[in-house]
């Protein structure tokens, strides 16, 4: 519901500081509040409203929540924490540049600035998992969807997108064993230069590696644990022990890597890598492109049908074993109905002009790993775009109802919670139009 929380690093006992706010016995300070403002800009959050009233609040907000997890003794792993901090770190390395960059944006050393982070994840987690305990018992019944659905507005009820559920057979062609070797002596190359101290490994990296997130930052992907790792490349990874020197040829779904130690830290490890992936030839393409194109006719010649023949040819794991039905995660809810934006971009420019029952031609898309496949599709059906209605987005109706009941809740805590907690906003503070009633006591 409250999408952030206070960056502050404030300094509890300079008396030069201007409080703001008091709520119950803690204190929003001015810099706090321009502190996170600043913050809000940096990130293109939306401000709905003068600044200066709408930070306040939230921080206000915040400060109850987390009073309320102290008294629910709300613990945050802090495996969580770091791991969370490691992401946002990285996020912003990424866009400022550079560690120094950072350091110069937010005015504080590296390490100073990760212990700030940490407590404001800290913080978030705790928030998240108040307002979690608090909503958790809401449970709704199909006829508390169908009254909620008929008390809303016509201009309340949202249009629907066309949405479409797919099938889907792929073939993996083969990669030439000349290839993956010649993939694996490059790398060897690359590792020699590096050992030999004749290059950079980062110089190399941006020249040559085939991972576009880490490739501009000379191959560094910061602070990881193994679960954020694939295996192969975490056991390598963790392996290391001299930053100048290079790792073995490490193999993993994504194609062939070269590692170097940055920093170890606790259960953490920061590298660099390079990313170089085999290509799959012409020939093999058209291979599996004919093989499907005769497997689409003797679909249409009704030898089998699309449904019986994918757990037995196609290599996609995520539907194989589904009759090539392609689920969409998206939501959290595995329904099989996909907004046009939401497939993979080659898929959905084939189906665009297909009718429902519908089997496309063969034809050449990229998978997880940015490899060239051949795939050929079922257009199962199309529902064009509509208001919603009860028949046909049941579960769509039914979340909307859920988030009304969950605001309603935690709208009616925090106005009870505002009631009983002593509130002062200073001179200078208080001349706002605030979203919560309740903190100009009367």
């Known amino acids: 519901m409250f999408g952030f ?37 940096y990130e293109r959050t939306p401000i709905n409203g003068d600044p200066y009233c ?14 309320q997890a102290d008294i629910d003794t709300v613990e945050i792993p802090e495996s969580t924490v770091v791991s969370a901090v490691e992401q946002r770190m990285n996020y912003f390395i990424t866009n400022l540049g ?27 987690y705790r928030i998240q998992e108040v307002q979690r305990s608090l909503t958790k018992e809401i449970k709704v019944t199909p006829a508390d969807v169908r009254k909620y659905f008929a008390t809303l507005p016509s201009d309340s009820i949202p249009f629907v997108p066309l949405q479409v559920e797919v099938q889907v057979i792929t073939l993996n062609p ?5 290839e993956i070797e010649n993939v694996k002596a490059r790398l060897r190359d690359y590792a020699d230069r590096v050992n030999r101290g004749e290059s950079e490994f980062s110089t190399l990296a941006i020249l040559y590696s085939e ?4 490739q501009p930052r000379g191959g560094e992907i910061g602070f990881m644990g193994r679960g954020h790792l ?9 392996n290391l022990s001299d930053p100048k020197k290079v790792s073995k040829i490490v193999e993993t779904q994504y194609g062939f890597h070269i590692i ?3 920093e170890k830290r606790g259960d953490r490890v920061n590298t660099r890598h390079i990313l170089l992936r085999p290509k799959v030839s012409d020939e093999d393409l058209i291979k599996s492109i004919n093989r499907l194109d005769s497997v689409r006719k003797d679909i249409l010649a009704e030898k089998f049908t699309f449904e019986e023949i994918a757990p037995y040819i196609s290599q996609d794991k995520d539907t194989r074993n589904n009759r090539g039905i392609m689920f969409n995660s998206e939501d959290g809810s595995g329904t099989t109905l996909w907004k046009m934006q939401d497939l993979p971009q080659e898929i959905a420019k084939v189906i665009n002009t297909m009718e429902p029952g519908e089997i ?23 529902l064009e775009g509509h208001q919603a209605n009860l028949s046909d987005d049941y579960q769509l109706i039914k979340g909307m109802y859920e988030d009304y009941l969950r605001e309603k809740l935690l709208r009616d805590w925090l106005a009870k919670k505002i009631d009983d907690t002593y509130v002062r906003i200073e001179d200078g503070w208080a001349d706002c139009t605030f979203v919560h009633d309740g903190w100009l006591k009367r």
């Open 360 to 382: 496309s031609e063969p034809f050449i898309m990229k998978d997880k790993r940015d490899t060239d496949i051949v795939a050929i599709v079922k257009l199962t059906s199309r």
């Open 54 to 67: 709408v930070v306040p609040e939230n921080l206000a907000i915040e400060k109850l929540y987390l009073h």
């Open 5 to 41: 929380v206070a960056m502050t690093a404030v300094a509890q006992n300079n008396i030069a500081e201007e409080v703001a706010w008091m709520i119950g016995d803690q204190p929003i300070y001015k810099s706090e509040i321009e502190e996170t403002y600043q913050q809000m800009l």
């Open 230 to 238: 694939e295996p192969e490349y975490a056991a390598a990874a963790f």
């Open 211 to 214: 991972d576009p997130g880490s």
């Open 98 to 124: 550079t560690k120094e960059k950072v350091e110069e944006y937010f005015r504080k050393p590296l390490p100073e600035f990760r212990e700030q982070m940490a407590e404001v994840m800290r913080n978030q």
């Open 174 to 178: 083969a990669i030439p064993r000349e």
């Open 260 to 262: 170097q130690l940055i």
